[in-house]
């Protein structure tokens, strides 16, 4: 069975800084996929960020970034220039063979003015 | 672009009563899937369908059914409503594919009185 574990309850950032969200994973399968997803109040689940266990490099889109290091089974999202729209629940998930997503329990980011 | 398109966006029902909520996936994607969120929880993989055959099931309670039709659509079936119901159900999308991300439909917000 797959687990993903956010223990951050919850995180503050000012404005323009950057920012990192943990996530660590637990698998026994040597092909999974990690996936961050970002959450606003109004509720939609939005992706942000893929990452193969085998790529070879770390996975970028935009202002984030995924810092992939599968030895210690972790896959943190870095957030760069944080902006005031970022404030949301962000979920780290996985899947193993294209099947379901598995999801943390997320962490509520708040951006400060 | 198109997304996947959820319907409807909020409903009410009354205990043990039915609901039905409705899920149209991007084009050409041929894996649905569904979840749960609970009020401050992360989304449970309740079923999902690949080419409208039924390809995996989590914890979803025999209240509940789904099915996908020929067109592709799916739709989540639930009967004996409970107050326990009352959560935030997504529909999700993607290619049965390695590497491709799921997208998510703007939820239905379902409460149970």
């Known amino acids: 069975a797959q687990k993903i574990t956010q223990t951050q309850p919850g995180m503050f950032v000012q404005e323009k800084e950057a920012v990192t969200l943990d996530c660590t994973y637990d698998?026994?399968?040597?092909?999974?996929?990690l996936f961050w997803y970002k959450q606003p109040s109004s509720g939609e689940m939005i992706f942000l960020i893929y990452?193969?266990?085998?790529?070879?490099q770390n996975a970028t889109e935009g202002r984030y970034s995924l810092n992939f290091q599968k030895a210690r089974k972790s896959a943190n999202l870095v957030i760069s220039a944080s902006q005031l729209g970022d404030s949301a629940m962000y979920f780290c998930?996985?899947?193993?063979?294209?099947?379901?997503?598995?999801f943390g329990k997320g962490i509520t980011l708040s951006v400060r003015p | 672009a198109a997304g996947v398109i959820q319907s409807p966006r909020h409903l009410i029902k009354e205990k043990r009563e039915t609901a039905t909520l409705k899920c149209y996936p991007i084009?050409?994607?041929?894996?649905v899937y569904w979840y749960q969120q609970g009020p401050g929880q992360d989304p449970q993989f309740l079923i999902s369908?690949?080419?409208?055959?039924?390809?995996d099931k989590g914890s979803i309670p025999d209240r509940f059914s789904a099915q996908q039709f020929s067109d592709y659509h799916s739709e989540l079936n639930m009967s004996s409503l409970e107050l326990g119901d009352s959560a935030l159900y997504f529909c999700?999308?993607?290619?049965?594919?390695?590497?491709?991300?799921?997208?998510f439909g703007q939820g239905t917000r379902l409460t149970v009185v």
């Open positions: 999700a999308s993607s290619l049965n594919r390695e590497g491709t991300e799921a997208f």
């Open positions: 698998t026994s399968d040597p092909s999974y996929g």
């Open positions: 990452q193969g266990s085998y790529d070879q």
């Open positions: 998930a996985m899947t193993v063979a294209n099947s379901k997503l598995t």
């Open positions: 084009p050409r994607h041929d894996t």
């Open positions: 369908f690949y080419e409208k055959m039924q390809s």
